[in-house]
């Protein structure tokens, strides 16, 4: 049995300790958010943070994660309080099949809580690990750049 | 050390006082020209040039990231301080549109600009002497029809007394051998195998292979009678391409020439750092130029060492050694056993913390690198037999720990492996721990020193990479 800390909760896993952490969250925790896309870490649908760093879950065995937090999108916030990343990528329609967006919106969130005032090139390089096959990344785009101003909107007090 | 002291002095003092000496000898301004049309220039003369800077990795230098092409502002680092690239694109003001032919070939073969200023030794001239006068004008006509970019380059930050140019011609009296035109060095002569030939001409030459694998003395030039022993680039390892090769298959001319061209090879790894440039320029060469350079490097590897050839003759010739699993046990049966073993404790205690396990190293191995690793698909499409990579048999961690931090981003262009990176959820102790795992399982060889300066320093360039360096952005 592992303690793994999920979205500021403990909780008790019974499982190999080589499992990989998205077959925790998803078979195990039963957080669906984050997807299995390649199983490889090479298309992104699988992000999560781990002590505030994008990981793919898909290849993060649980045993490097004793004693760090993981953060999902729905650590993030709830269909009734979206967080401002969530907002964001509502407001702009940035998802098609959506499949990817959950991880988009992790890599997302990680980056801009590390450098809010992250310009274009910055975000699209950052984003570069993820792979969209509906062809919305524009939207993608103006989703993080309207997270920017939420999420400083939300700083200031005046969101919400 | 106080020897070296004396001795590095002494060499500046000499370098100094040869660099007044030739200064008053010094080189003429050649004329500048009119930018002669791109069409003056015959088209299968530009397509030849074209591959041949690509053999000579010209953009590598002469193109900054996400600038175009051959329009410089590069930093070279170097021990006596930055040097930046210079614009090479045919653009009259900035770049060497101005230059005619006998300028162009004169930096190539002393370097000397064509205002009659040195050149840095950054620039490999000392290798360019070996190019020939028709691949001189190959690569003229290439480069004077390229489209022509304004652009200046940063100024060098070099300390004194290297900032003084003349310095340079101490240097050159030092250590530039020029040699007739067009004939190769005798220092080098080969056995006749005209493929060899071939290839001693491109990399000793053009392709100035030596300038990143070989190691430089204190005043920055190859280091006589070390020709290929390895040395370090940009933080990356190079590894020796002589007798001193640590790869456990010994290299043959066929899996360099596979390595060349793929940019991998099942018994040795994947090109990484700076490497992956140098793959992907020769996929412009011809198959017989790749051949000739693997034929040549194949040659200065020279024979198996004997304990190169124990290890080959536990495979079987004709299957893919790294994969059939007798061979394996046979060559580090206690590795796997120890490695099983420790994965079997482990799983035998699920939820024990990291440091419970016998070795925190291994139980990293087995939980995150074994299933591709130790896997049942050959490369590309599962991990190389740890056991047989360069990245753990060489002799630095550099090159392990950049893989495992960053591992090894896809390539748009070409199929090749691919490997996810863990620095964002290994911390440093973590991957040290798996780095010694590494190095003494897959290895049997002392454990290397500096490991967590390693880390430390390819953790940082990735910030810098991230941020950009202060010069980069005052060069925007």
């Known amino acids: 049995m592992m303690i793994l800390n999920v979205n500021d909760q403990p909780h008790n896993v019974e499982a190999d300790s080589r499992t990989p952490l998205l077959y925790v969250l998803r078979d195990d925790l039963k957080l669906n958010a984050a997807k299995f896309g390649c199983g490889l870490g090479q298309c992104g649908a699988c992000t999560v943070l781990v002590d505030g760093k994008p990981v793919f879950s898909c290849v993060t065995p649980i045993a490097l994660l004793a004693g760090k937090k993981v953060t999902t999108l729905e650590g993030l916030g709830t269909a009734q309080e979206p967080a401002p990343i969530q907002r964001a990528f509502m407001e702009e329609q940035a998802a098609q099949c959506g499949y990817c967006i959950p991880g988009m919106m992790m890599r997302a969130q990680a980056l801009l809580q590390a450098n809010p005032q992250a310009n274009d090139t910055e975000i699209r390089k950052t984003l570069e690990p993820h792979l969209c096959r509906c062809g919305t990344h524009m939207r993608i785009l103006r989703a993080i750049h309207r997270a920017q101003v939420l999420m400083k909107t939300a700083r200031t007090g005046d969101a919400r | ?476």
């Open chain 2, 1 to 476: 050390m106080w020897a070296k002291i004396v001795a590095v002095v002494a060499c500046l003092l000499l370098a100094l006082c040869a660099g007044l000496f030739v200064f008053a000898a010094r080189h003429p301004a050649i004329a500048p020209i009119a930018r002669p049309a791109a069409g003056s220039f015959d088209t299968a003369l530009v397509k030849r040039g074209a591959v041949l800077a690509a053999i000579g990795d010209c953009a590598t230098c002469h193109t900054a990231p996400g600038g175009a092409a051959f329009a410089g502002g590069v930093g070279v680092v170097t021990p006596f301080g930055t040097i930046f690239s210079t614009n090479i694109s045919p653009d009259a003001e900035t770049g060497i549109g101005g230059w005619s032919e006998a300028a162009f070939e004169r930096a190539m073969r002393q370097g000397v600009r064509r205002d009659g200023a040195l050149l840095y030794p950054a620039f490999p001239y000392d290798h360019f002497t070996l190019v020939s006068d028709d691949d001189n004008r190959a690569l003229y006509a290439f480069l004077m029809t390229r489209p022509a970019v304004r652009n200046v380059a940063p100024a060098n930050d070099l300390r004194f007394p290297f900032n003084h140019r003349a310095v340079v011609a101490g240097w050159n009296l030092l250590f530039l051998r020029t040699r007739p035109r067009s004939e190769p060095r005798s220092d080098t002569a080969t056995s006749g195998d005209p493929s060899v030939a071939r290839g001693r001409y491109l990399v000793e030459g053009l392709g100035h292979c030596a300038a990143c694998h070989t190691p430089r003395n204190v005043l920055g030039a190859e280091k006589s009678g070390a020709g290929f022993g390895g040395a370090t680039i940009d933080g990356w390892t190079a590894y020796a391409l002589n007798t001193r090769s640590t790869a456990v298959v010994p290299w043959t001319a066929d899996a360099l020439y596979q390595y060349l061209r793929n940019g991998f090879e099942a018994q040795h790894g994947t090109a990484r750092g700076p490497m992956l440039d140098v793959i992907a320029n020769l996929r412009a060469a011809p198959d017989d130029d790749v051949r000739a350079i693997a034929d040549y490097v194949a040659a200065q590897i020279g024979k198996p060492t004997r304990r190169s050839e124990q290890i080959q003759l536990t495979e079987r010739a004709g299957q893919p050694p790294a994969r059939q699993e007798a061979d394996l046990q046979a060559q580090r049966g206690s590795l796997i056993a120890a490695t099983s073993a420790d994965s079997q404790a482990y799983r035998g205690a699920p939820g024990a913390a990291l440091d419970g396990a016998a070795d925190e190293g291994a139980a990293i191995y087995a939980a995150a690198c074994a299933d591709c690793h130790q896997g049942p698909r050959a490369m590309p499409y599962g991990g190389i037999d740890l056991g047989l990579s360069s990245a753990i048999t060489g002799p630095t961690a550099d090159n392990l720990v950049h893989i495992v931090l960053h591992g090894i981003p896809a390539d748009g262009a070409t199929r090749g492996p691919i490997m996810p990176g863990f620095g964002d959820v290994l911390d440093d102790n973590q991957v040290g721990a798996l780095v010694r795992y590494l190095r003494a399982a897959f290895t049997g060889k002392q454990t290397w020193t500096g490991i967590d300066n390693a880390i430390h320093a390819v953790r940082s360039a990735q910030h810098t990479a991230a941020v950009g360096s202060p010069e980069r952005q005052a060069g925007q």
